[in-house]
């Protein structure tokens, strides 16, 4: 559990020791142990995800990285996105005018490719972030559902974990879809050995 977690967490049970056990505190407990829950499995899949995309350009000696905290920024936009996992071109970043004092991109040659893990505002990973990270000209941009909660036009029905990976054709993104023990298929690692139910597993480790 994060410090901020464990603060927020007993702040709560302290609210509901001196309320008598009141029915409204005693929610508040059970939504911050069940957000904590949900939190902890999405950093789950997000370090294993970032593990194994890590020893794979690091085998292929690629100069890439990802960072701990940078900032993609759309064109024409006053804010940007701070992506789950950003990979990071670093032959680039000296052409990046922002990177050295913000820690922030703004061009495609920068970024081979993003990951998203989707929560429960999954509108913003499957709109809003889709429609920026296309027009930037991100190459690759992944959205790992894993609980299945985008909506049935994006992911059809019955609703089950979905891996969806969009790729930049003439200037569009054209998405394929994984799930269950499907080996995933990424143009920027083409040997990359991982099935979509492993990073689904990492959830419940």
Same mark, same amino acid.
């Given at each position: 559990?994060?410090?901020?977690?464990?603060?927020?967490?007993?702040?709560?049970?302290? /609210?509901?020791?001196?309320?008598?056990?009141?029915?409204?505190?005693?929610? +508040?407990? $059970?939504?911050?142990?069940?957000?904590?829950?949900?939190?902890?499995?999405?950093? $789950?899949?997000?370090?294993?995800?970032?593990?194994?995309?890590?020893?794979?350009?690091?085998?292929?000696?690629?100069?890439? +990285? /990802?960072?701990k905290q940078?900032?993609?920024?759309?064109?024409? +936009?006053? +804010?940007?996105?701070v992506p789950d996992i950003l990979l990071l071109n670093r032959t680039n970043l000296v052409n990046e005018p922002l990177w050295q004092k913000q820690s922030t991109v703004t061009q495609a040659a920068s970024i081979p490719l993003i990951i998203e893990v989707v929560s429960t505002n999954w509108r913003d990973d499957y709109l809003t972030k889709l429609r920026d990270y296309e027009e930037i000209g991100i190459p690759e941009y992944w959205i790992i559902d894993y609980l299945g909660l985008g909506g049935v036009r994006y992911i059809g029905s019955p609703k089950q974990p979905t891996i969806s990976i969009y790729l930049l054709i003439e200037g569009e993104y054209q998405v394929q879809q994984f799930k269950d023990n499907e080996k995933i298929i990424s143009p920027t690692f083409p040997e990359l050995n991982l099935t979509a139910q492993q990073i689904?597993?990492?959830?419940?480790?």
């Open positions: 559990m994060s410090q901020n977690n464990a603060n927020l967490l007993e702040i709560a049970k302290q /609210i509901e020791r001196s309320a008598n056990v009141g029915i409204g505190y005693a929610f +508040s407990v $059970d939504k911050l142990k069940n957000e904590k829950c949900f939190l902890n499995e999405q950093e $789950d899949i997000i370090g294993f995800t970032a593990r194994k995309i890590t020893v794979e350009f690091d085998r292929l000696n690629l100069f890439y +990285s /990802i960072p940078a900032l993609v920024k759309p064109p024409e +936009s006053e +804010s940007g996105y689904f597993q990492a959830g419940n480790i």
